[in-house]
């Protein structure tokens, strides 16, 4: 298992891990959740979608303009390889005995 750069960044990260538990999320409800502006997480999701790790749907509800979200199947290939990185190493760390 390896790290994805992309995900090193804990905002990109908190984005994929949010997607990750539902089939589409709208704009507003992420940009809630994950603690940040419009353009902070329009950025984000920018360079995700740029990855392939993101799909965004733009449309209306009525005359209301919506933004939803979806993690793509790179996406959460991405977020499942990265968590096993880090879980290695927890795991590694957990199996050292502590310095006398």
């Known amino acids: ?5 992309l995900l090193a ?3 990109r990260l908190k984005i994929l891990a949010l997607l990750a538990s539902c089939d589409w999320a709208e704009f507003s409800f992420v940009r809630e959740t994950a603690g940040l502006s419009k353009s902070a997480l329009s950025k ?3 360079k995700l979608e740029e990855h392939e790790y993101v799909q965004v749907h ?4 009525g005359k209301f303009p919506r933004t939803s979200l979806r993690l793509t199947d790179t996406g959460r290939s ?4 990265h968590l096993a990185a880090l ?6 760390s957990s199996r050292r005995s502590p310095p006398p």
Do not use: L
Request: charged share 20%; no cysteine.
């Open 1 to 5: 298992m390896e790290f994805d750069p």
């Open 9 to 11: 960044d804990p905002t």
């Open 44 to 46: 984000q999701v920018s």
């Open 58 to 61: 733009k449309g209306y509800v």
């Open 78 to 81: 991405a977020i499942q390889n």
């Open 87 to 92: 879980q290695q190493i927890v795991d590694q």
